[in-house]
């Protein structure tokens, strides 16, 4: 016999191995943002200063006109040369505050450092809100009682709405807001008013009103965070599962088709040899070469013919299941009477089964239409299951075998036995390859394990069901259905040249 070729399954590509590593990585990270259930939380941090950032750059143009209506309705008792120089420093400030969160976006990530960012940021933060303080004492001696008021609630306003833009960051928001209100409480408190005393108490209220507010409204980002890191966790996990689920498929798939490849070598390489045993033991068997002088030699060369004739019945099975798993088994399709290859499967099955002492029963449906199917595989699906019922079917026993329509318009074929019947938690056992189920080793004669795979095999090529009923001592039945697009109906006559329709 000639050397087998040895296949070898091949690798598994980088790129799933390099997939499941940035998963994993990704994985690792989020892990890591949600460690910080307590504390500073580092890595939400950044993110918290990011929200801070855009805020304050998507308004950087609306607060600096607010500083301009502010100065506009104070020059009716503030000089303007002052309100300009005011004006100037809110500007300035904001100049810094702006170039800073513009530097921290354009900054990699993985550069920046957060709690250097985070105390820049609450400087410029803080010099700005100095600097919309300095509108409380502006020309005091001048201010009256509607100035006063008109500086409480500018104030105010800038107040909430820095706590709006900084409440992602909470030193950003006591930074910037704490100068105004100081602002306010200092210069109502040097008026000899309670009145006044009333209006800076209530600036402290309001302002630890809105801490309050603002306390709570970082809470609910904070937790928006959290759910947003658990969320990219429970992402990255399944990503990394299903990478590691396809490099596994991809190894089995690559393990099983060497497997086939491996096989369907080998069973070319052995039916060569095969062949020649076969048909030197039939020369042998019919003595055309002259009688044996011992008739032990005869019996030794039918034994042999047997097993031979066995092995390549085996090695076949083989070669069909390997070329099925491959998909490259080629169906030869063409007109097929289903009853009519149930007919002859069970002539060549009778024998066997009358030997055992067994029954086959026909139940066919007259009149049916022809299959556009493979014949070989069609017989073989019937023989296979014909086979089996008689093996594993007890001697005294019925095999009913039956072909008729189905509701949907196809056909199937059916064949039950009164066997022993198989365990329901060993069907899909015996579904696979080699797979046989417990009785089969007490009941019957032995076997591959291959007959009922191949047979479910060729009906799915044919765009089939396969079915295995059975109950534990009750016996088997296997339904194979075959849709209606594979039925042949026949055509209707075409009327003949000048006949009348």
Known sequence: MSGAASVEAPRSPSVTVNGRRRASRSVQDVREKLTYKSGAKPEFEYELLMMFVKNEL???VTT???????????MFWAPPRELLLWLGTVFVAKGILIALCRQFTKAPRDDATTPVWRAKITAAEFLYGVTWAGIAFIAPATQSETAHTFIFAALLIVIS???????????????GTLPMTVAIVIRFALLDNPFYW???????GVHFYFIWLMTGFNATVMAMLEYRAEKDALIAE????????????????????????FLATMSHELRTPLNAILGFSE?????????????????????IHQSGQHLLNLINEILDISRIEAGRYELNEGPVSLAGVAEDCHRLMRLR?????????????????QLWADERAIRQICLNLLSNAIKFTPSGGTVTLTIGRTSAG??????????????????????????????AHQTAEGGTGLGLPITKGLTELHDGVFELKSKLRYGTEVIVTFPRKRMMEALPRLAEPGEVA
């Open 353 to 369: 089964a009358e030997n055992k002492g067994l029954k086959i029963v026909e139940a066919f449906a007259p009149n049916l239409p």
């Open 64 to 74: 600096p006109l607010l500083a301009i209506v502010v100065a506009m309705g104070a």
């Open 283 to 303: 020369i042998m068997q019919g003595e055309l070469l002259g009688p044996h002088s011992n008739p032990t030699y005869k019996e030794y060369a039918n034994d």
């Open 198 to 204: 009333a209006m800076a108490a209530m600036a402290v």
């Open 58 to 60: 998507s308004a950087a």
């Open 410 to 439: 196809g056909q199937f074929l059916s064949v039950k036995d009164t066997g022993p019947g198989i365990p329901e938690g060993e069907i899909p056992r015996v579904l696979r390859s080699f797979g046989q189920g417990s009785l």
């Open 161 to 175: 709405m820095r706590m709006l833009f900084a409440s992602t960051a909470m030193p950003i928001v006591y930074a």
């Open 238 to 261: 399944l990503e990394q599962a299903k990478s590691i689920s396809d490099d596994a498929r991809s190894r089995a798939e690559e393990a099983n088709l060497a497997k086939s490849r």
